[in-house]
């Protein structure tokens, strides 16, 4: 198959610094892949600073067992973050800011809904309550453009979705935070209306743990880029891209994912990253994963992929399974696959077969790789440590 090089590493945020205020064209999304020379264009960009710093166009406090906001005064931290949000200038153009100082209960089956040009930053945790119900989630963007979340202190419970974006465009998220005991922590997709893809979603770094389901999920999203994902004790994946192209993405870290299921640390599938002929449109700096269930797994017409360096151990099912994918290369810069369930090259009948494939550059240490059947144009550069080549 030959060398092929991978995507450049994705540069930094844009963070600002003098405010939240970056108004994009309204000329429709770009869909060049994010982190490439020249950048995407970002909707509000997201702050460095400390949650809470900085100045806002609306505040919701706490005091005692009220919360307050402009024109709200009273016992729902949910209708007081609608009233912030609600207070900011009708028909704006420019993005205006809302803070939340404090914690409280929000309802599993009602959303905060964020229109465009908005910002919404939370110091301090969302306790999920009651009852979920579908699409709803505390944090909701839908049919928006030019939103941003810099802060989410933290999220407890079980909602449906932590954070909801739908057919939206131009979504930056920062630091966010969930610890909760079931649902799905972020969802980004189309699925309100498939005909138009959600465009140029970023986010900076998502810690998440206890998700029932995924800690982060794409569907229909063209232009995805993260720094680091780390997951622990989810259900599902730490990261599932599905029919997502021009995604880059720094670290995906999952510990204890997916465990007793067919899920893994990092998961493309339903075609991602299927663009101009799966060229290469998909970028991971580096998946690490522990124990859990699978560690990479490509499959139903998925590819266009390069992952620079696996850190892999103890999985208890394949560590990287390729299945009916094209065009994908894992550690085109190294590391290590040790222990746990075998690298398997595999196809169902329903798709063509793998074709250009390249694992390159990693320690295979205690276990196997097995090809079957062979694929189209594998290439396979492994060192094997007290490992078995069951390749064609």
Not at 176 to 181: F, K
Request: aromatic residues 4%; hydrophobic residues 35%.
């Amino acid at each position: 198959m030959g060398s092929r090089a991978a995507l450049p590493r994705r540069r930094g945020f844009a963070l600002w610094a003098a405010g939240l205020a970056v108004l994009l064209s309204s000329g429709g999304a770009t869909t060049a892949l994010a982190g490439e020379a020249g950048g995407t264009p970002r909707a509000a960009d997201v702050s460095p600073s400390a949650c809470g710093d900085g100045s806002y166009d609306a505040e919701v406090t706490r005091d005692g067992d009220t919360w307050n906001a402009p024109g709200y005064s009273g016992g729902s931290m949910l209708e007081a973050m609608r009233a912030g949000v609600a207070s900011l200038t009708e028909g704006r153009t420019g993005i205006e800011s809302v803070v939340v100082r404090g914690s409280g209960d929000v309802p599993a089956d009602q959303s905060l809904d964020l229109p465009s040009h908005t910002s919404l930053e939370v110091c301090g945790t969302l306790n999920v309550t009651g009852q979920m119900a579908a699409t709803h989630a505390p944090i909701r963007v839908r049919d928006a453009r030019n939103v941003a979340i810099p802060h989410v202190g933290n999220m407890h419970g079980a909602p449906y979705f932590g954070i909801f974006v739908q057919n939206s465009h131009d979504v930056a998220m920062g630091d966010i935070t969930m610890e909760l005991n079931g649902g799905l922590g972020i969802r980004v997709d189309n699925h309100r209306d498939t005909g138009q893809r959600t465009t140029n979603v970023s986010l900076d770094s998502a810690t998440i743990s206890g998700a029932g389901s995924h800690a982060v999920e794409t569907y229909g999203v063209d232009g995805f880029t993260a720094g680091t994902i780390t997951a622990s004790s989810v259900g599902e994946s730490a990261l599932l891209l599905n029919d997502t192209v021009n995604a880059d993405i720094g670290t995906i870290d999952a510990t204890d994912v997916a465990t007793g299921t067919g899920y893994a640390a990092f998961r493309m599938a339903n075609r991602n990253g299927a663009l101009n002929g799966y060229q290469t449109n998909i970028h991971v700096g580096e998946v690490i994963a522990r124990g859990g269930g699978r560690g990479i797994f490509c499959v139903s017409e998925s590819g266009g992929a390069v992952i620079d360096r696996v850190d892999i151990a103890d999985t208890g099912n394949n560590a990287i399974l390729i299945e009916n994918c094209y065009n994908v290369t894992i550690a085109s810069q190294g590391g290590t696959v040790s222990g746990g369930g075998e690298v398997r090259l595999a196809a169902r009948t329903e798709f063509a077969n793998n074709r250009d494939i390249t694992l390159s550059n990693f320690t295979l240490i205690d276990s196997a790789l097995t090809e079957n059947p062979c694929g189209e144009n594998v290439s396979i550069s492994v060192t094997f440590q007290n490992s078995a080549d069951n390749s064609c």
